[in-house]
Nanobody
Framework: QVRLVESGGGLVQAGGSLRLSCAAS????????IGWFRQAPGKEREFVAA????????YYADSVKGRFTISRDNAKNTVYLQMNSLKPEDTAVYYC?????????????????WGQGTQVTVSS
């Protein structure tokens, strides 16, 4: 019921910043929780951040608290992930995903809709 397209990835040095965007289609965007997940080669997909449909609640993995900020502009059907103080261990393909508002906001399996991913590479 929603199509997601990520953009904004790239190559940055440690300590730098990137802003990822997740553009969504659909008429019910504001009713969906949007999560960001990342996956490095040979590693498990991990939760990064999520935001409720209204934008009133946000959730972060401990590893990114204080460095990453998730936000959304429902008028533009877009969710953003501002990433500051990037570290080499942040290197991964970043995916946005959508699920109906509810519980299990950090569980990848709870999200039914996924974007194609955007590569983030942080050099040391």
């Amino acid at each position: 019921q929603v199509r997601l397209v990520e953009s904004g990835g790239g190559l940055v040095q440690a300590g730098g910043s990137l802003r990822l965007s997740c553009a969504a289609s659909g008429r019910t965007f504001s009713s969906y929780t949007i999560g960001w997940f990342r996956q490095a080669p040979g590693k498990e997909r991990e939760f990064v951040a999520a935001i409720s449909g209204s934008g009133g609640s946000t959730y972060y993995a401990d590893s990114v608290k204080g460095r990453f900020t998730i936000s959304r502009d429902n008028a533009k059907n877009t969710v953003y992930l501002q990433m500051n103080s990037l570290k080499p261990e942040d290197t991964a393909v970043y995916y946005c995903a959508a699920k109906p508002d509810g519980r299990r906001w950090s569980v990848a399996g709870a999200y039914a809709y996924w974007g194609q991913g955007t590569q983030v590479t942080v050099s040391s």
